[in-house]
């Protein structure tokens, strides 16, 4: 194991929730019922929950005490003028608009933004999945502008979410500018294993705009671990405090869409924050139609106070130190066992490099393989990011081939400790140890969209080698 001491959780258990410890027997017929999909596993059979880092995390005493102070004054509430002042201060903008989540906050950002007429590209530096599909419901595609730095799983580069400027000029001069309403860049990167974006190779970015005169924005569901990551790896940056590089992150854009339930520290909730007046007028008309009233955008006032002493919370540096330690000895330990898994680890998971890891062909999605023997393991659950969320190309009908077939390991924000860590990395590493023994899937219900959420899958008797 590495000699690293990792930081101690900077905070104290004041309620607790039993964590569900089943026998292998049990987990059998739990996953048996659930038809092999493990997004249809009940959560009463999970003893650890790494299924998402969203909306699970844990809030604060502070945080408990501001939800008893939620004004549900449908508008102007006091909860309300206090997100409003918090969120303008936190990122540096004027506008602020809540949204029920990040996908409300999308849907507003890009219907707005995008003209169907004229078949609006999005470059970024891999959309997440939700966003994408808001861009092509708003009738545009999304072209992935990462640069090359993000093809090698096992490198030390420390800002592999970063966009490349020359992919940008390409995508600009192949498409036209006047298709190009906005570029969108994910901090951290969730498709891209969760890799940072540097202060640097956001200016790159900026100047690329700048010079044709597309505005930039943020997908921020992540900004302060993102912040977090430029504070320890980029040159110069290591004296700035976490909340001065949030604030030099939003100074080099026009706006964001984020979803609150990473980095605000809440259970739900989303916001658009942008500068421009015109831009903010006609966000609230829709968010109006779609959200609700602009000072509370689809979510109860006492969700926009606990928002409120999130977004505070979340800049506290002690804080990231344990988050992102947390991940890293996650990703340290697996990596110290054997287990491939895409280097270094991000900010709210780990990825295994199911491709490198199992020898199983892409036609039996190794990575649903893995993931419910992790399940039928230890009643962790795990999650699928490969073949089968990618989806079927409409075209040939065949199985897209995402840049990485992984299995992400995303953990819940002041959820878990260092033990249940432990716990973790022991059931994987059993999994990846007698990988041999590790059966293909196929699937008995294939859905046509969005497959993963409620596919069902039977075992194919293909044991070990392609
Ligand atoms: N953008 C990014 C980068 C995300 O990671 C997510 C959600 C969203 C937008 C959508 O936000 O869920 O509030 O509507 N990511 C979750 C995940 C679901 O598991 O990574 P939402």
Redesign the pocket.
């Known amino acids: 194991m590495a000699d690293i001491c990792y930081p101690f959780e900077p905070f104290k258990i004041k309620t607790i929730e039993r964590v569900p410890i089943t026998t292998r027997d049990e987990r059998e017929k739990i996953l048996r019922d659930a038809k092999g999909n493990i997004f249809r596993v009940p959560a009463r059979g999970i003893t650890i929950d790494l299924?998402?880092?969203?909306?699970t995390g844990a809030m604060s005493d502070a945080q408990w005490g501001a939800l008893l102070q939620g004004d549900e004054s449908y508008a102007g509430s006091k909860s309300w003028e206090l997100l409003n002042s918090t969120a303008q201060e936190v990122f540096g903008m004027p506008y602020i608009l809540p949204a029920h989540?990040?996908?409300?906050a999308?849907h507003l950002l890009f219907t707005v933004m995008l003209d169907r007429d004229k078949k609006p590209v999005i470059p970024g530096n891999g959309h997440?999945d939700?966003?994408s599909g808001h861009i092509e419901w708003a009738g545009g595609i999304g072209v992935d502008c990462i640069g090359e730095w993000a093809d090698d799983p096992d490198s030390d580069y420390p800002f592999k979410g970063d966009m490349s400027p020359e992919k940008l000029r390409e995508v600009i001069s192949e498409y036209g500018v006047e298709r190009i309403p906005l570029v969108l860049i994910?901090i951290t990167a969730?498709t891209a294993a969760g890799q940072p974006v540097s202060l640097g190779g956001m200016k790159k970015i900026r100047e690329v705009c700048d010079e044709y005169g597309i505005p930039l924005f943020f997908?921020a569901?992540?900004f302060a671990e993102n912040a977090y990551f430029i504070k320890t790896r980029e040159k110069g940056m290591a004296d700035k405090s976490v909340a001065e590089i949030v604030r030099m992150q939003f100074d080099l854009v026009d706006g964001a869409?984020m979803?609150?339930?990473?980095d605000g520290l809440v259970n739900i909730?989303?916001l658009v924050v942008c500068r421009d007046r015109e831009l903010y007028r006609k966000l609230a008309t829709m968010g109006t139609l779609f959200e609700g009233f602009p000072t509370y955008g689809g979510q109860a006032g006492r969700d926009i106070a606990a928002l409120a002493v999130g977004l505070r919370e979340v800049l506290d540096e002690e804080y990231l130190r344990w988050r992102v330690g947390q991940t890293r000895y996650l990703g340290e330990r697996l990596k110290d066992n054997g287990v491939p898994i895409i280097w270094p680890p991000g900010g709210h998971a780990v990825y295994i490099n199911i491709g490198k890891a199992l020898d199983l062909p892409t036609s039996v999605y190794p990575g649903i393989a893995f993931q419910n023997a992790v399940y039928l393991e230890g009643g962790v659950r795990v999650c699928e990011i490969g073949i089968v969320l990618a989806g079927r190309d409409p075209e040939t009908g065949e199985d897209r081939k995402p840049r990485y077939d992984l299995v992400r390991l995303?953990i819940p924000r002041r959820v878990y400790t260092q033990t249940h860590m432990d716990y973790v990395v022991n059931t994987v590493t059993k999994v990846y140890e007698n990988r041999e023994e590790l059966k293909g899937v196929r699937f008995t219900y294939e859905p046509p969209v969005l497959r993963h959420f409620t596919a069902e899958y039977e075992e194919v008797n293909l044991v070990g080698k392609r």
């Not at 989540?101 to 409300?104: D, E, P, V």
């Not at 979803?259 to 990473?262: E, T």
């Open positions: 299924l998402t880092d969203s909306g989540r990040g996908r409300g999308g997440f939700t966003t994910t969730n997908d569901a992540r869409v979803s609150s339930k990473k909730g989303g995303a």
